[in-house]
């Protein structure tokens, strides 16, 4: 079951001691640190290291960490730095001279973090979402073939014309744990709505 505390309140229980809080944030974030050394083109030992070491590094510096909003940025820039490191380990280490031009100095573009970091956050949201708004908002928007409306209304016992209220209130109720987990920032507009 996933924690339903914010990654501030999961850090500050780590920081009084909560083995139970680290365990929640290692879950909530293990697939986008994976996702950023997996797609750094490091052999499958030096993506094991890359993925245990960024931990060791947050643990280690736990009390270092000023701002647990930024979390998922910092586990993805480190494990980003740390998946660098290894590369030209491992080129040094194939007695290759490392020619510092042929390394890439990102091993993934700022926009593919980015992007890996969003959709890690979403799923977070998504697991906090009731069962049914969930089964809702997959069914739209992330089923592997296209339905029609019509159809994934029936699925749901509803007809056409009620799913698009369901919808909105899933939408809704999604964007506010997004807004609530800091992971967007909701400002009205200037005619008063969202």
Request: net charge negative; with cysteine.
């Amino acid at each position: 079951m996933a924690s339903s505390r914010t990654d501030i309140e999961l850090w500050q229980d780590i920081l009084a001691g909560d083995n139970a809080a680290w365990n929640d944030l290692v879950r909530r974030y293990q697939a986008l640190v994976y996702a950023v050394v997996t797609r750094a083109g490091l052999s499958m030992a030096d993506t094991a290291d890359c993925f245990q070491q960024t931990w060791v590094l947050l643990f280690r510096h736990r009390h270092r960490l000023h701002d647990p909003s930024r979390l998922s940025a910092w586990l993805v820039t480190t494990a980003k730095r740390e998946a660098l490191r290894l590369r030209r380990r491992a080129d040094r280490e194939s007695g290759d001279p490392v020619k510092l031009d042929s390394i890439a100095p990102d091993p993934l573009p700022d926009e593919a973090l980015e992007q890996l970091e969003r959709q890690a956050q979403l799923e977070i949201a998504l697991k906090e979402l009731d069962p049914r708004c969930r089964q809702v908002v997959e069914a739209l928007f992330f089923a592997p073939e296209e339905r029609s409306y019509e159809e994934i209304a029936r699925d749901f016992g509803l007809s056409a014309n009620s799913l698009g209220p369901v919808r909105r209130r899933c939408l809704e109720r999604l964007k506010q744990i997004l807004a609530d987990r800091d992971f967007i920032d909701v400002r009205k507009k200037d005619d008063g709505s969202l």
